[in-house]
Structures are given as structure tokens and as C-alpha cells.
């Protein structure tokens, strides 16, 4: 699964919209202490559903909004869009491209997108569910991650271990099955 690009406005140091392309081959993203390095991983964690502030390094969802600096004001809300290539049809959507958008307000509102039309969070979670980027994957790997899956509670590690097999979408929808 190929990111394309990724594109930030208002997501926490990223007050103007930002857009990063993403070529073939690797990108290295450098730049001094404090410059945003890791809210680019951060702002492709919570496109992709993350629901936990905490694991984005902030207390209160609106943590991840543009918070305002000495010469500019913060802003009312935030918006990730991240697009995936699809030309090998890996996501079961006709487009070549897939774009994931996410926006919170600070009044709390937010919303989903996938290419444009609104969708529940659910439906992101089982698009990405078997695609190694879903909730919980390895895709992303964190300064404190790795001591995460090191001390994990076995059943904590088991969801690692399923999401790497690509059953968690069966899981998803077992569970939803028994909840009904
Ligand atoms: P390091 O090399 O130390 O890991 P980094 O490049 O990864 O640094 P980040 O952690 O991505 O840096 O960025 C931290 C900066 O983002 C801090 O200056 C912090 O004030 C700023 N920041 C975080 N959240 C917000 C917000 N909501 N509004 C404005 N700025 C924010
Ligand atoms: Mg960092």
C-alpha cells in the first residue's frame, strides 16, 4: 500500500496547508528538534482512525488542532487528507487514488471522508482493516512503540499478531456479528 500524499491544515504545528508528496522510493523527513517531524507521523495515525489522543502525544482531542503562536492565531479546527494508491485495485474502490480525509472542529464537530463522501469511521477501519495500515498496525512504528509490543499483555500482542496476518477485519465483523 503506497502513500501518494499527504496534506495537513490546521493539524498542530501546520497552521497553512501543507502538502507532501510522496515519491517512489524512501522519503527521509529531517529537520531540527521540534520542527513537526513527528506530527507528519502523528497527522497519518489519526487520518487513518486513530481515536486515542494519547498515542498522538496530546491530552484532549483538540490537542491536535493548530493551538495558535506568538504571531498567529490558532486555529478552529484541522484537516488530514491522505491519499493511497490504489491502481493495483488493493482497496476494493474503482478510483486509482484514494483519498482519507479527516476534520475536527473545535466545537467538537468531525467527519470522515473517503474520496469525498462521508463515512463513518467504521468504514475506514474495515477498508484499511486488512491492508497492514489499520488500527493498531506495525505500519507506524513510534519512539515508545516498540517497548509497547515488547511489554504488551498477551492479548494485547494477539491483536498485533492478527492485524500483521490481515484477520482483523474478520474479527471486526465477528464481533459486530455477536454484538447484534
Ligand atoms: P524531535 O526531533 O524532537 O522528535 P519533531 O520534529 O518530531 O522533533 P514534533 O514533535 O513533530 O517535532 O513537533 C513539536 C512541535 O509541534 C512543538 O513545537 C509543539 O509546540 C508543536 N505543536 C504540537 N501540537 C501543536 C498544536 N496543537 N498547535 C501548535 N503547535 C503544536
Ligand atoms: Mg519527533
Same mark, same amino acid.
Given at each position: ?5 499527504? %496534506?495537513?491544515?490546521?493539524? $498542530? ?61 490558532? $486555529? ?19 478510483? %486509482? ?15 470522515? $471522508? ?7 469511521? $467504521? ?7 486488512? %491492508? ?18 515488547? %511489554? ?29
Amino acid at each position: 500500500m503506497k502513500l501518494l500524499r499527504l %496534506t495537513l491544515q490546521g493539524f $498542530k504545528s501546520f497552521a497553512d496547508k501543507t502538502t507532501i508528496e510522496f515519491a517512489d522510493g524512501m522519503t527521509v523527513i529531517v529537520g531540527p528538534n521540534g520542527c513537526g517531524k513527528s506530527n507528519i507521523s502523528d497527522a497519518v495515525r489519526w487520518v487513518l482512525g486513530e481515536q486515542n489522543v494519547r498515542n498522538l502525544r496530546g491530552q484532549k482531542a483538540e490537542d491536535i488542532i493548530f493551538s495558535g503562536s506568538e504571531t498567529r492565531q490558532a $486555529k478552529n479546527g484541522a484537516e488530514v487528507q491522505l491519499v493511497l494508491d490504489n491502481s493495483s485495485h488493493e482497496l476494493p474502490l474503482d478510483t %486509482t487514488e484514494v483519498a482519507i480525509t479527516r476534520r475536527l472542529l473545535r466545537s467538537g464537530d468531525s467527519d470522515f $471522508k473517503i474520496n469525498k463522501r462521508s463515512c463513518r469511521l $467504521k468504514d475506514i477501519q474495515e477498508l484499511l482493516a486488512n %491492508t497492514g495500515l489499520g488500527r493498531g498496525s506495525l505500519a507506524i512504528i513510534g519512539q515508545n512503540r516498540v517497548d509497547q509490543v515488547l %511489554t504488551a499483555r498477551p492479548d494485547e500482542r494477539r491483536l498485533i499478531f492478527e492485524d500483521v496476518a490481515g484477520i482483523s477485519l474478520y474479527r471486526m465483523r465477528k464481533n459486530e456479528g455477536l454484538r447484534k
